[in-house]
Protein backbone atom coordinates (compact mmCIF):
# COMPACT_ATOMS: atom_id res chain seq x y z
CA UNK A 1 0.00 0.00 0.00
CA UNK A 2 1.49 3.12 -0.97
CA UNK A 3 2.19 6.41 1.01
CA UNK A 4 -1.26 8.05 -0.01
CA UNK A 5 -3.51 5.24 -0.07
CA UNK A 6 -1.92 4.87 3.68
CA UNK A 7 -2.96 8.41 4.74
CA UNK A 8 -6.60 7.66 3.01
CA UNK A 9 -7.41 4.94 4.62
CA UNK A 10 -6.49 6.29 8.18
CA UNK A 11 -8.82 9.17 6.72
CA UNK A 12 -11.46 7.14 6.29
CA UNK A 13 -11.07 5.30 9.35
CA UNK A 14 -10.76 8.21 11.48
CA UNK A 15 -14.16 9.14 9.64
CA UNK A 16 -16.12 6.56 10.79
CA UNK A 17 -15.24 6.95 14.22
CA UNK A 18 -16.00 10.42 14.30
CA UNK A 19 -19.58 9.63 12.83
CA UNK A 20 -19.93 6.76 14.77
CA UNK A 21 -19.36 8.83 18.14
CA UNK A 22 -21.65 11.11 17.27
CA UNK A 23 -24.71 9.26 16.41
CA UNK A 24 -23.66 7.05 19.56
CA UNK A 25 -24.06 10.45 21.59
CA UNK A 26 -27.00 11.82 19.65
CA UNK A 27 -29.09 8.54 19.32
CA UNK A 28 -27.65 6.07 22.56
CA UNK A 29 -26.34 8.57 25.24
CA UNK A 30 -23.00 7.12 24.69
CA UNK A 31 -23.82 4.40 25.37
CA UNK A 32 -21.84 1.93 23.36
CA UNK A 33 -18.15 1.75 23.27
CA UNK A 34 -16.41 2.10 20.01
CA UNK A 35 -15.44 -0.84 18.36
CA UNK A 36 -12.15 -1.93 15.85
CA UNK A 37 -12.95 -0.17 12.64
CA UNK A 38 -11.53 -1.80 9.53
CA UNK A 39 -12.25 -1.99 5.70
CA UNK A 40 -13.51 -4.76 4.72
CA UNK A 41 -12.16 -6.37 1.51
CA UNK A 42 -16.05 -8.87 0.97
CA UNK A 43 -17.73 -7.71 -2.12
CA UNK A 44 -21.01 -8.70 -1.24
CA UNK A 45 -21.48 -7.27 1.74
CA UNK A 46 -21.59 -3.46 2.46
CA UNK A 47 -20.68 -3.79 6.25
CA UNK A 48 -20.50 -5.96 9.11
CA UNK A 49 -20.58 -6.67 12.75
CA UNK A 50 -18.15 -9.27 14.76
CA UNK A 51 -19.50 -9.40 18.49
CA UNK A 52 -16.62 -11.82 19.93
CA UNK A 53 -14.14 -9.52 18.19
CA UNK A 54 -15.55 -6.20 18.90
CA UNK A 55 -15.23 -5.46 14.79
CA UNK A 56 -16.88 -3.23 12.70
CA UNK A 57 -16.07 -3.74 9.00
CA UNK A 58 -17.56 -1.28 6.22
CA UNK A 59 -16.63 -2.52 1.91
CA UNK A 60 -13.44 -1.28 0.63
CA UNK A 61 -15.80 -1.16 -2.06
CA UNK A 62 -19.15 0.80 -0.45
CA UNK A 63 -16.32 3.87 0.57
CA UNK A 64 -14.21 3.96 -2.94
CA UNK A 65 -18.28 4.33 -4.95
CA UNK A 66 -20.31 6.11 -2.15
CA UNK A 67 -20.83 9.46 -0.43
CA UNK A 68 -21.12 9.94 2.99
CA UNK A 69 -24.68 9.94 3.50
CA UNK A 70 -24.65 6.16 2.45
CA UNK A 71 -21.92 5.16 4.36
CA UNK A 72 -23.12 6.68 7.54
CA UNK A 73 -26.54 4.67 6.68
CA UNK A 74 -24.40 1.56 6.37
CA UNK A 75 -22.54 2.33 9.51
CA UNK A 76 -25.99 2.97 11.70
CA UNK A 77 -27.20 -0.42 10.50
CA UNK A 78 -23.68 -2.09 11.63
CA UNK A 79 -24.51 0.01 15.05
CA UNK A 80 -27.71 -1.56 15.78
CA UNK A 81 -26.22 -4.87 15.47
CA UNK A 82 -23.83 -3.83 17.91
CA UNK A 83 -26.75 -2.30 19.84
CA UNK A 84 -28.17 -5.69 20.12
CA UNK A 85 -24.88 -7.63 20.92
CA UNK A 86 -23.86 -4.99 23.75
CA UNK A 87 -26.43 -2.67 24.84
CA UNK A 88 -29.32 -5.30 24.77
CA UNK A 89 -27.13 -8.00 26.30
CA UNK A 90 -28.55 -10.28 23.07
CA UNK A 91 -26.15 -11.26 21.25
CA UNK A 92 -27.86 -14.85 20.45
CA UNK A 93 -30.70 -12.95 18.61
CA UNK A 94 -32.32 -13.30 15.84
CA UNK A 95 -29.81 -11.16 12.78
CA UNK A 96 -32.70 -8.79 12.10
CA UNK A 97 -35.49 -9.64 14.40
CA UNK A 98 -37.20 -7.72 16.83
CA UNK A 99 -34.57 -6.32 18.87
CA UNK A 100 -32.99 -5.23 15.91
CA UNK A 101 -35.56 -3.18 14.63
CA UNK A 102 -35.82 -1.72 17.90
CA UNK A 103 -31.80 -0.34 17.87
CA UNK A 104 -33.11 -0.01 14.31
CA UNK A 105 -35.71 2.81 15.43
CA UNK A 106 -33.04 4.56 18.12
CA UNK A 107 -30.69 5.08 15.51
CA UNK A 108 -32.69 6.35 12.88
CA UNK A 109 -32.19 3.98 10.22
CA UNK A 110 -34.39 1.33 8.34
CA UNK A 111 -33.98 -2.31 8.92
CA UNK A 112 -33.95 -3.15 5.77
CA UNK A 113 -35.64 -2.76 1.92
CA UNK A 114 -39.56 -2.98 2.19
CA UNK A 115 -41.91 -4.75 0.13
CA UNK A 116 -45.83 -5.02 -0.44
CA UNK A 117 -45.67 -7.63 2.27
CA UNK A 118 -44.79 -5.42 5.22
CA UNK A 119 -47.98 -3.01 4.02
CA UNK A 120 -51.24 -3.27 5.19
CA UNK A 121 -53.61 -5.73 4.33
CA UNK A 122 -55.99 -2.35 2.66
CA UNK A 123 -53.11 -0.53 1.23
CA UNK A 124 -51.72 -4.07 -1.00
CA UNK A 125 -55.65 -4.03 -2.11
CA UNK A 126 -55.18 -0.41 -3.19
CA UNK A 127 -51.69 -0.97 -4.69
CA UNK A 128 -52.12 -4.22 -6.87
CA UNK A 129 -55.87 -2.36 -8.45
CA UNK A 130 -53.59 1.15 -8.96
CA UNK A 131 -50.69 -1.16 -10.84
CA UNK A 132 -53.83 -2.88 -13.11
CA UNK A 133 -54.57 1.02 -13.63
CA UNK A 134 -51.18 2.02 -14.31
CA UNK A 135 -50.94 -0.72 -17.41
CA UNK A 136 -54.21 0.14 -18.85
CA UNK A 137 -52.92 3.65 -18.87
CA UNK A 138 -50.52 2.43 -21.77
CA UNK A 139 -53.24 1.33 -23.94
CA UNK A 140 -53.35 2.26 -27.46
CA UNK A 141 -57.01 3.69 -26.99
CA UNK A 142 -56.33 7.45 -25.50
CA UNK A 143 -59.60 7.59 -24.03
CA UNK A 144 -58.88 4.19 -22.16
CA UNK A 145 -55.35 5.07 -21.35
CA UNK A 146 -56.60 8.94 -19.91
CA UNK A 147 -59.52 7.20 -18.22
CA UNK A 148 -57.52 4.03 -16.39
CA UNK A 149 -54.48 7.34 -15.69
CA UNK A 150 -57.44 9.57 -14.10
CA UNK A 151 -58.45 6.84 -11.83
CA UNK A 152 -55.31 5.43 -10.60
CA UNK A 153 -54.48 9.02 -9.40
CA UNK A 154 -58.03 9.49 -7.47
CA UNK A 155 -57.39 5.89 -5.65
CA UNK A 156 -54.11 6.85 -4.86
CA UNK A 157 -55.24 10.45 -3.37
CA UNK A 158 -58.03 8.65 -1.82
CA UNK A 159 -55.92 6.01 -0.32
CA UNK A 160 -53.95 8.54 1.16
CA UNK A 161 -56.51 10.82 2.29
CA UNK A 162 -58.04 7.55 4.38
CA UNK A 163 -54.88 6.81 5.94
CA UNK A 164 -54.64 10.49 6.84
CA UNK A 165 -57.73 10.28 8.89
CA UNK A 166 -57.41 6.70 10.05
CA UNK A 167 -53.69 6.16 11.60
CA UNK A 168 -53.41 6.80 14.81
CA UNK A 169 -49.66 7.33 14.25
CA UNK A 170 -48.27 7.90 10.41
CA UNK A 171 -44.60 5.59 10.09
CA UNK A 172 -42.48 7.86 7.91
CA UNK A 173 -39.40 6.77 5.57
CA UNK A 174 -36.58 8.35 3.34
CA UNK A 175 -34.31 6.95 0.83
CA UNK A 176 -31.84 8.92 -1.00
CA UNK A 177 -32.45 8.49 -5.11
CA UNK A 178 -30.57 9.26 -7.97
CA UNK A 179 -27.15 9.71 -8.45
CA UNK A 180 -24.93 12.65 -6.65
CA UNK A 181 -23.78 15.42 -8.32
CA UNK A 182 -22.18 19.19 -7.81
CA UNK A 183 -24.57 21.25 -10.04
CA UNK A 184 -28.52 20.51 -9.82
CA UNK A 185 -29.55 20.04 -13.34
CA UNK A 186 -33.17 22.03 -14.52
CA UNK A 187 -34.24 18.53 -15.02
CA UNK A 188 -33.56 16.79 -11.75
CA UNK A 189 -35.53 20.03 -10.13
CA UNK A 190 -38.36 19.25 -12.15
CA UNK A 191 -38.84 15.91 -11.57
CA UNK A 192 -38.15 16.15 -7.50
CA UNK A 193 -41.23 18.86 -8.35
CA UNK A 194 -43.10 16.71 -9.73
CA UNK A 195 -42.68 13.63 -6.28
CA UNK A 196 -43.70 16.23 -3.87
CA UNK A 197 -46.58 17.82 -6.02
CA UNK A 198 -47.94 14.74 -6.63
CA UNK A 199 -46.89 11.50 -5.29
CA UNK A 200 -46.96 12.30 -1.51
CA UNK A 201 -43.56 12.49 -0.36
CA UNK A 202 -41.15 15.56 0.70
CA UNK A 203 -38.39 15.87 -1.33
CA UNK A 204 -35.05 17.77 -0.31
CA UNK A 205 -31.36 18.38 -1.80
CA UNK A 206 -29.22 17.56 0.43
CA UNK A 207 -25.81 18.13 0.78
CA UNK A 208 -22.63 15.31 1.47
CA UNK A 209 -19.22 14.20 0.45
CA UNK A 210 -18.12 11.80 -1.72
CA UNK A 211 -15.49 9.89 0.31
CA UNK A 212 -12.57 9.53 -1.41
CA UNK A 213 -12.53 12.47 -3.85
CA UNK A 214 -13.80 14.77 -0.82
CA UNK A 215 -16.10 16.10 -3.76
CA UNK A 216 -19.18 18.41 -2.49
CA UNK A 217 -22.17 16.82 -4.28
CA UNK A 218 -25.85 16.64 -3.57
CA UNK A 219 -28.25 14.11 -3.61
CA UNK A 220 -32.21 14.04 -3.65
CA UNK A 221 -33.72 12.44 -0.33
CA UNK A 222 -37.57 11.63 -0.32
CA UNK A 223 -39.36 11.49 2.31
CA UNK A 224 -43.20 9.75 3.20
CA UNK A 225 -45.00 6.63 3.89
CA UNK A 226 -42.97 3.69 2.93
CA UNK A 227 -45.90 2.61 -0.09
CA UNK A 228 -45.64 6.41 -1.06
CA UNK A 229 -41.68 6.43 -1.21
CA UNK A 230 -41.63 3.45 -2.99
CA UNK A 231 -43.80 4.46 -5.88
CA UNK A 232 -41.88 7.92 -5.96
CA UNK A 233 -38.89 6.46 -6.56
CA UNK A 234 -40.63 4.24 -9.58
CA UNK A 235 -41.82 7.28 -10.92
CA UNK A 236 -38.24 9.19 -10.53
CA UNK A 237 -35.90 6.55 -11.78
CA UNK A 238 -39.04 5.93 -14.81
CA UNK A 239 -39.38 9.75 -15.95
CA UNK A 240 -35.09 10.04 -16.21
CA UNK A 241 -35.13 6.71 -18.01
CA UNK A 242 -38.31 8.07 -20.63
CA UNK A 243 -37.07 11.29 -20.74
CA UNK A 244 -33.35 10.24 -22.77
CA UNK A 245 -35.47 7.76 -24.53
CA UNK A 246 -37.77 10.97 -25.85
CA UNK A 247 -34.86 13.19 -26.71
CA UNK A 248 -32.96 10.41 -28.57
CA UNK A 249 -36.21 9.40 -30.75
CA UNK A 250 -36.76 13.76 -31.28
CA UNK A 251 -32.54 13.91 -32.13
CA UNK A 252 -33.90 11.24 -35.22
CA UNK A 253 -36.99 13.11 -35.57
CA UNK A 254 -35.17 16.58 -35.67
CA UNK A 255 -31.65 15.76 -36.88
CA UNK A 256 -30.90 19.72 -36.32
CA UNK A 257 -31.84 20.00 -33.12
CA UNK A 258 -28.40 18.57 -32.66
CA UNK A 259 -26.74 21.83 -33.54
CA UNK A 260 -27.97 23.50 -30.74
CA UNK A 261 -26.42 23.50 -27.28
CA UNK A 262 -29.52 24.19 -25.55
CA UNK A 263 -32.10 21.90 -27.48
CA UNK A 264 -31.61 18.96 -25.44
CA UNK A 265 -32.42 20.99 -21.75
CA UNK A 266 -35.25 22.67 -23.56
CA UNK A 267 -36.91 19.87 -24.71
CA UNK A 268 -36.23 17.58 -21.22
CA UNK A 269 -37.53 20.52 -19.71
CA UNK A 270 -40.93 20.42 -21.94
CA UNK A 271 -41.05 17.03 -21.26
CA UNK A 272 -41.55 17.23 -17.46
CA UNK A 273 -43.21 20.26 -17.41
CA UNK A 274 -45.88 18.84 -20.24
CA UNK A 275 -46.03 15.78 -17.39
CA UNK A 276 -46.79 18.12 -14.51
CA UNK A 277 -49.42 19.77 -16.42
CA UNK A 278 -51.14 16.55 -16.93
CA UNK A 279 -50.93 15.69 -13.41
CA UNK A 280 -52.40 19.14 -12.32
CA UNK A 281 -55.15 18.61 -14.79
CA UNK A 282 -55.95 15.46 -12.98
CA UNK A 283 -55.63 17.23 -9.89
CA UNK A 284 -58.11 19.40 -10.93
CA UNK A 285 -60.61 17.21 -11.63
CA UNK A 286 -60.38 15.25 -7.99
CA UNK A 287 -60.82 18.84 -6.38
CA UNK A 288 -64.17 19.16 -8.44
CA UNK A 289 -65.26 15.90 -6.29
CA UNK A 290 -64.18 17.38 -3.61
CA UNK A 291 -60.99 15.18 -2.85
CA UNK A 292 -58.46 17.58 -1.65
CA UNK A 293 -55.00 17.50 -0.69
CA UNK A 294 -53.28 19.95 1.42
CA UNK A 295 -51.10 17.95 2.73
CA UNK A 296 -49.64 16.16 5.62
CA UNK A 297 -48.63 18.03 8.57
CA UNK A 298 -47.24 15.25 10.12
CA UNK A 299 -45.02 14.95 7.10
CA UNK A 300 -43.93 18.14 6.84
CA UNK A 301 -43.08 17.86 10.94
CA UNK A 302 -41.40 15.18 9.81
CA UNK A 303 -38.88 16.96 7.45
CA UNK A 304 -38.52 19.51 10.02
CA UNK A 305 -37.41 17.80 12.46
CA UNK A 306 -34.53 15.86 10.26
CA UNK A 307 -33.54 19.42 8.81
CA UNK A 308 -34.71 22.14 10.83
CA UNK A 309 -32.63 24.60 8.89
CA UNK A 310 -33.62 24.51 5.02
CA UNK A 311 -33.24 26.90 2.32
CA UNK A 312 -35.13 27.37 -1.57
CA UNK A 313 -33.08 26.73 -4.39
CA UNK A 314 -32.85 29.21 -7.02
CA UNK A 315 -35.02 29.27 -9.85
CA UNK A 316 -33.00 28.26 -13.81
CA UNK A 317 -34.12 29.58 -16.44
CA UNK A 318 -35.06 27.98 -20.39
CA UNK A 319 -36.02 29.08 -23.53
CA UNK A 320 -39.46 27.94 -25.06
CA UNK A 321 -38.11 27.31 -28.52
CA UNK A 322 -39.37 24.72 -30.51
CA UNK A 323 -37.70 21.78 -29.00
CA UNK A 324 -39.51 22.80 -25.42
CA UNK A 325 -42.75 22.89 -27.46
CA UNK A 326 -42.47 19.88 -29.21
CA UNK A 327 -40.87 18.34 -24.97
CA UNK A 328 -44.05 19.69 -23.81
CA UNK A 329 -46.58 18.13 -26.06
CA UNK A 330 -44.76 15.13 -25.48
CA UNK A 331 -45.23 14.70 -21.92
CA UNK A 332 -48.64 15.71 -21.96
CA UNK A 333 -49.07 12.61 -23.18
CA UNK A 334 -47.38 10.24 -20.90
CA UNK A 335 -48.46 7.83 -19.19
CA UNK A 336 -46.42 5.90 -16.51
CA UNK A 337 -46.68 1.94 -17.08
CA UNK A 338 -47.60 -0.63 -14.58
CA UNK A 339 -45.14 -2.97 -14.83
CA UNK A 340 -43.25 -1.78 -11.19
CA UNK A 341 -40.01 -2.98 -10.04
CA UNK A 342 -37.46 -2.18 -12.72
CA UNK A 343 -35.66 1.06 -11.14
CA UNK A 344 -32.54 2.35 -12.13
CA UNK A 345 -28.97 0.12 -12.63
CA UNK A 346 -27.94 1.17 -9.07
CA UNK A 347 -31.05 0.50 -7.52
CA UNK A 348 -32.43 -2.79 -6.11
CA UNK A 349 -35.42 -4.30 -6.89
CA UNK A 350 -37.90 -3.91 -4.59
CA UNK A 351 -40.68 -5.81 -5.91
CA UNK A 352 -43.58 -2.86 -5.50
CA UNK A 353 -47.13 -3.94 -6.57
CA UNK A 354 -46.48 -7.48 -7.07
Not at 68 to 90: C, K
Not at 201 to 228: D, F, Y
Not at 325 to 350: C, F, N, Y
Request: charged share 25%; with cysteine; glycine share 8%.
Amino acid sequence: MSELETRLERHILRQLLLRWRRINDECLGGRLTPPVFVLDEARQRLGRWEGNTRTLGISRDHIRSSNWLQIEQTLRHEMAHQAVSELFDASAAKPHGILFRRACRMLEVAPGEVGTSAYDPNTNRVLRRIQKLMQLATSANENEAQSAMNTANKLLLMHNLELQETQEEASFVYRWIGKASARISLERKLIGRILSDHFFVQCIWVNTTIALSKKQVRMLEIMGQPHNVELAEYVHDYLQRTVDSLWKNYQKQVPQAQQYRESGREYRAGVLMGFDEQLDLQKGMCQEQGLIWTGDPALREFLSQRYPSRRNMGTSRYREGQAHKAGRTEGQKMRIPGALGGGSSDSTVRGLLN
